[in-house]
Structures are given as structure tokens and as C-alpha cells.
């Protein structure tokens, strides 16, 4: 095994000035090389979590915090000045991260088309050539990327339906307006995706707050469910909203909620969540049902007995009393 240099020594919290890596900026691992960092060195680091890596081929030291900047900035090391980015990637570069769910432990993926040319040849890089009008790319930090409304066409035509319309939510949470990805459909009749495309638009709603929200939504919809609100809050007998539902029928006061592991894993988190359930039920009476990730996304996945089921339960409920605190006024 090789010694580690001076710069690497076992009690290291952060890279620091005596690294000869940037410590503010990506870099590539032949950027590495050039200032003396090996690829097995890079791969050390990596281990022991002093990187990670922005994109495929771009790395960074773990304390740079992530931004648009320091994506476009990786972008900009792997990518040709003529090639445009697209899909995933597109997304991740205008700050909708639809990224696979194995991003968690890989870098995210690296989508790169020309409108014209040859296409971009380089391992586990999606690429080729796209009909792209003028009006469908734009230029983010100096890189050229299918705007947001082409970006989130593209990938409600192209992704698995659950991830598509998570893709459609997230664009217009940062504010393509519902009406241009509703009108834009049509141009791609008779176009691979179109049909799903055409179903998903409407359904779409800018208030999803993440990617299980928006699968589960969508699995709801399948349960044959009426459309729902979404984030409705709750309020107690003084009126002071307490607990917002991701997924809610407040008619007969049934919601459905995503517990991503990013906030719902922890035992405080846990019990949290277990004691406002129990409010919703006894002071509220409202059904809630809780879904994680397994129940969303595995192979088997089929929460709509769940939904119907608990749409049920809150029906025959309806009839009882129930405090003035279970409704709210639109805020």
C-alpha cells in the first residue's frame, strides 16, 4: 500500500491549505494527476469522504457547499462548448434534481446532445443527436442547456411516469408556467412519450414538494381518487395552523403522506410524526395513511388498496363530529 503524503494524515477533518487540490472549485481526476494526485489517491479521498463527486468525471472537496455555480462549473470541465445539455442533467444544472434514485451513491448522470455533428463518445454518458429549435436551449454559467420548459417536456416524454411527473412538478415549482408545458405538447405528436406526456401535464402541480410526493400523488390518481389539495394545513381550535398534509381529500378529511428518509428516518423524526398522526386522528379525525419509499417505488409497489381503503374509512367517519380546528380557511 502506498504511504500517505504529508498532506493526508489519518486525523485530517477537511482537506486543507497543504492539499494541492482546489479546495473551492471542481476539478477533473487529470487535473488531479497534473498536481500530483493520483487516481488511487483520488479514490482514498473518496473513501474517506474528503471529496465527492459533483458528476461523472468531475470531483470537489466535501466542504464546498453545492450551488448552480459549482454545477455549471463541473459541467463546464466535461462537457464540449458545442454540446448541450439535457434531460437529467438539464434538470439538475436548473435546480430540479430528478435525479435516479441511485444518485444517492453514484454521481449524477451526464446527458449531452448535439443538434448537429457527431455525438459526444465517452463511457456511461447518454448522447447523440436531438432536433433542438433555437428556442429550446439556453445558456446557464456559460453552458448550453435545453431551456426549463424543453427540459421538463423532455423528460415527462422520456422518464418512467412516477419520476415524469415528479420532473413536470418540479419545473413548475421554480416557475415555468403550467400553461407553456400544456400548450407545448402537441409538437411532439407522434413522438416517443407523447401519449404520456399528454396525460401526465395536467396533472401536475407546482405545490409537490419532492419526488415521492409526486409518485405517490400519481399512485393516488390510479387508486381512482378525485384530485386533491396539496400541503393543507390543519388548524387547532384557536385557529393556529399546525400540521401541514402532503396529499389531502379535506372533504372527508383523508391525506396520504410520503416519509422520505431524508426527513422521516430518525427516531425523534419518528416519533414526531407519530404523535401529530395521533392528533390528526383523535382532535382532527382525519385518516391519514403514511407511505415510504418501499411502498412508491420497489417493483411490487401497489399502494392503491391502501388509498381506497383509507378514502373509505374517512367516508364512513364523516358523518361524525368534529371540531371547527379540522378545517382552515385558504391561505
Known amino acids: 500500500m502506498k504511504p500517505p503524503p504529508s498532506w493526508l494524515p489519518p486525523d485530517l477533518a477537511l482537506l486543507d491549505e497543504r492539499c494541492p487540490l482546489p479546495l473551492d472549485a471542481p476539478f477533473t481526476a487529470q487535473q488531479a494527476a497534473k498536481l500530483g494526485v493520483s487516481r ?10 474528503l471529496i465527492r463527486p ?46 435516479p434514485r441511485s444518485a444517492v451513491h ?18 456511461q454518458v447518454a448522447s447523440g443527436i436531438r432536433a433542438l429549435t433555437e428556442d429550446d436551449v439556453t445558456i446557464v454559467l456559460d453552458v448550453r442547456v435545453t431551456t426549463p420548459l424543453r427540459t421538463a417536456l423532455d423528460l415527462g416524454r422520456s422518464l418512467w411516469r412516477f419520476d415524469a411527473l415528479a420532473a413536470l412538478d418540479g419545473f413548475l415549482r421554480i416557475g415555468v408556467p403550467h400553461e407553456h408545458i400544456l400548450l407545448s405538447v402537441e409538437r411532439f405528436r407522434g413522438q416517443r412519450g407523447v401519449v404520456q406526456l399528454r396525460w401526465l401535464a395536467p396533472l401536475a402541480e407546482g405545490r409537490a414538494e419532492s419526488p415521492g410526493e409526486s409518485a405517490l400523488r400519481l ?5 381512482g381518487l378525485p384530485r386533491p389539495e396539496l ?8 385557529g393556529v395552523a399546525l400540521y401541514r398534509l402532503d396529499i389531502a381529500l379535506p372533504d372527508i378529511r ?5 416519509d422520505g428518509q431524508r ?16 392528533w390528526l386522528d383523535e382532535q382532527g379525525r382525519w385518516v391519514v395513511e403514511a407511505f415510504e419509499q418501499e411502498h412508491v417505488y420497489s417493483t411490487n409497489a401497489d399502494p392503491a388498496p391502501r388509498l381506497q381503503n383509507g378514502a373509505r374509512m374517512a367516508r364512513t367517519r364523516s358523518g361524525l363530529w368534529v371540531p371547527e380546528s379540522a378545517y382552515r380557511p385558504e391561505q
Open 40 to 49: 488511487w489517491f483520488l479514490r482514498l479521498l473518496d473513501d474517506r469522504a
Open 54 to 99: 459533483v458528476l461523472r468525471g468531475a470531483y470537489v472537496a466535501a466542504q464546498v457547499p453545492d450551488s448552480i455555480d459549482l454545477r455549471a462549473a463541473a459541467l463546464r470541465l466535461v462537457v464540449p462548448e458545442t454540446a448541450v445539455v439535457t434531460d437529467r442533467t438539464a434538470a439538475w444544472l436548473h435546480g430540479v434534481d430528478i435525479l
Open 106 to 123: 453514484q454521481p449524477p448522470p451526464l446527458c449531452v446532445f448535439g443538434s448537429t455533428g457527431s455525438r459526444l463518445r465517452r463511457p
Open 219 to 223: 399512485h393516488w390518481y390510479d387508486a
Open 231 to 238: 400541503q393543507w394545513w390543519v388548524c387547532d381550535h384557536n
Open 254 to 258: 383523508f391525506a396520504a403522506e410520503y
Open 263 to 278: 426527513f422521516h428516518s430518525g427516531d425523534a423524526q419518528r416519533e414526531h410524526d407519530g404523535a401529530r398522526r395521533s
